[in-house]
């Protein structure tokens, strides 16, 4: 959905800024370079610096955009009750219901369980996070993947878990030489602890796609973003809470629950 024919004036103040940056950042740099050729050497660096700090006042304009609007997303809310001890665990079926019972439409991940050899199978997956964009000369695309795999003891009580990060991304441009095209994707497995994957990216209406928990949605900015802690720490919020505990509980094993 774009945002419409009516421009908030958040979106006027960044269209307008944005060309600003844009004509006078292109008039400072080629005035540094130019003075640089004509050896006014401070004069030029001081020129060209101008122009690039401007550039990067921008780029952040961008970035805290994105991330105030991803920081609406719907939070899980942990379920009330009482608190267990590693003494006294709940039954596995209490814990995988109160997992489950977590899932909302406006959560970004999905939690699920399903019986394995060793017990229950519980599996956290983040939902598609995938941004497009289009400019004059460049086409680009990027997706990221996230699931964590927690395995249920049910005769200890105990848990193990693991996580699978994926980052793919797809550039076009076309330029004096023809155009051209390069994409890449990586898959990592193992464990986090306070990481995030993120981009952010602005342009004309209309030519940046967003597809996120809600579905598809075309506007002028986009931002995409996978924090594996935003799903990790109410699962184990849950399990600890119901006095489940991983087999070897440690300070240094809970900074990867985080």
Same mark, same amino acid.
């Given at each position: ?42 004069? $030029? &660096?001081?020129?060209? %610096? ?10 952040? @304009?961008? =970035? /805290?955009?994105? +991330? ?50 060793? $017990? &229950?199978?519980?599996? %956290? ?10 400019? @004059?000369? =460049? /086409?680009?695309? +990027? ?50 602890? $306070? ?64």
């Amino acid at each position: 959905m774009s945002d419409g024919p009516n421009p908030s004036p958040g979106q006027r103040f960044a269209v307008i800024s944005r060309q600003v940056v844009f004509v006078v950042g292109s008039a400072l740099l080629v005035a540094g370079v130019l003075a640089i050729v004509n050896d006014q050497v401070v004069l $030029g &660096v001081a020129l060209v %610096v101008v122009a690039a700090l401007a550039v990067i006042w921008r780029g952040l @304009l961008t =970035v /805290r955009r994105g +991330q105030r609007a991803l920081a609406e997303r719907k939070r899980a809310e942990v379920p009330d009750g009482p608190v267990r001890g590693a003494d006294a665990p709940a039954p596995v079926e209490e814990v995988v219901a109160a997992l489950v019972g977590m899932n909302s439409a406006e959560l970004p991940y999905q939690i699920d369980a399903a019986q394995s050899a060793d $017990g &229950v199978r519980v599996d %956290v997956q983040w939902k598609h996070e995938e941004l497009r964009w289009q400019t @004059l000369f =460049v /086409r680009g695309s +990027q997706a990221y993947a996230w699931r964590m795999e927690v395995d249920l003891d049910p005769s200890k009580a105990r848990y193990t878990f693991v996580e699978h990060s994926g980052t793919a991304a797809v550039r076009a441009a076309a330029g004096p030489l023809g155009a051209q095209a390069y994409g890449t994707w990586t898959w990592k497995k193992g464990k986090t602890s $306070g990481g995030t994957s993120a981009t952010f990216v602005e342009g004309a209406d209309g030519q940046v796609t967003v597809t996120g928990p809600a579905g598809p949605r075309t506007s002028w900015e986009g931002a995409v973003m996978i924090k594996p802690a935003d799903a990790k720490v109410p699962v184990f919020t849950v399990l600890r809470n119901n006095g489940w505990r991983p087999r070897r509980d440690w300070a240094g094993a809970r900074q990867f629950e985080k």
